[in-house]
């Protein structure tokens, strides 16, 4: 593909919804970030421009590999319209000696799950249709309705209800990104114009982020759809840690009429555990619990895991076993599914959560998997090893 395209990115610093919003962080990356480096890894990008009012937006747009445009304070009001910034900024890329550039892409950061792929097939259907602007959208299916008056827009509230599959297909401007002809855009000052298409892209960019609500949403997103959708260098795994209730268990427990009590675990967890230890005997794989059933220490001993039952803060064992072992926390795999996890989820590099966590953990940023605990949680942190 030949690479004429140039990406704008327009981050202003007076958000109101969100103080500082573009440099708010999804798992240590900003949304900033996540806009930019969609860009550069764009195969049809060739330069990515960040235009800011903000010196500090300037330099970590600089750091992560983009030009920079600084911005009037005039151009970046809560009253100022996208479209005069990117005037602005067509008019400065001009100068850069890019009089060529026919067209641009605007990425917006308030959508940071937009991939480097979305640019490029959306690119190949401006190109292959012939368009002169693109929108970004996701399918939409619902009831529409005006307030005034109160009248169903993409049904008629009189008739007998279809049901909501069957309505016409609809779709949803999500405001990640847009292509349009530059000398076009110029000249009406409006990003829709001549013959205007859309690209669909996963659900998951649904969501724009205006204020917390939007973000903490977001972050669920990326915890649950988008994190790890590439997979971990196993030559930078020092060691895996895991609960044990809950994680190798469903959590719950049963007792027979003499009250001892047993447990269930899962065979296919057993069973990757046992594969990746033979595949891999230079990584240490432990169990770290509160829990004092010995048939917890029993299972332990029958998978080879070494077992710690402990009382108190796991995250004191931890830490002693990583000095004891020279292990670097950044470099560790910890997968919990209660609040005695959450020390050490916060601690290490890697933390995994099972799908049917429990409530407390559900403002860190931990990635959540498919799998709930005693079903599969173990066989899927250990698919995600390369």
């Not at 959306?122 to 005034?148: C, M, Q």
């Not at 029993?298 to 990583?322: A, N, V, W």
Request: proline content about 3%; some cysteine; charged content about 25%.
């Amino acid at each position: 593909m030949n690479k004429k395209l140039p990406a704008i990115i327009l981050a202003r610093s007076g958000s109101k919804g969100i103080k500082n919003k573009n440099l708010k962080q999804i798992n240590g990356k900003s949304l900033l970030e996540f806009s930019i480096q969609a860009a550069l890894n764009s195969k049809s990008v060739d330069k990515v421009f960040v235009s800011s009012d903000s010196e500090e937006y300037l330099n970590l747009a600089k750091k992560c590999g983009a030009l920079t445009i600084k911005r009037p304070k005039n151009l970046s009001s809560d009253q100022s319209p996208s479209e005069s910034a990117l005037i602005h900024a067509l008019n400065k890329i001009n100068k850069f000696g890019d009089n060529s550039v026919d067209e641009v892409v605007f990425l917006q950061c308030t959508s940071p799950f937009t991939s480097p792929e979305d640019i490029d097939k959306a690119y190949i259907k401006f190109k292959n249709e012939d368009l002169d602007s693109l929108f970004s959208a996701v399918n939409f299916h619902g009831f529409l309705w005006s307030t005034n008056p109160v009248k169903g827009v993409n049904h008629d509230e009189k008739t007998l209800r279809v049901r909501r599959q069957d309505l016409a297909p609809e779709i949803l401007e999500n405001g990640a990104f847009y292509i349009f002809k530059s000398k076009f855009f110029l000249k009406i000052k409006n990003r829709f114009f001549g013959n205007v298409g859309f690209y669909i892209q996963d659900k998951k960019n649904q969501y724009e982020i205006d204020d917390m609500f939007d973000f903490d949403l977001n972050r669920f997103i990326y915890q649950k759809y988008v994190n790890y959708n590439d997979k971990i260098n196993i030559n930078k795994i020092e060691l895996i840690v895991s609960d044990f209730d809950g994680v190798f268990t469903d959590n719950n427990v049963s007792n027979d009429s003499k009250g001892r009590e047993f447990i269930q675990t899962s065979k296919n967890d057993s069973l990757s555990v046992s594969i990746f230890r033979k595949k891999n005997p230079h990584i240490p794989f432990i169990v770290m619990t509160s829990e004092k059933n010995p048939s917890v220490k029993m299972r332990c001993r029958k998978l080879k895991l070494p077992c710690f039952q402990i009382s108190g803060d796991k995250l004191i064992e931890l830490k002693k076993y990583l000095k004891e072992n020279n292990i670097n926390p950044k470099n560790t795999i910890y997968i919990g599914n209660d609040s005695n996890d959450l020390t050490c989820l916060n601690f290490v590099g890697h933390p995994f959560i099972v799908a049917n966590y429990d409530i407390s953990l559900s403002r860190d940023n931990f990635t959540i998997l498919n799998s709930n605990g005693g079903n599969g949680a173990i066989k899927e942190v250990l698919s995600y090893l390369k």
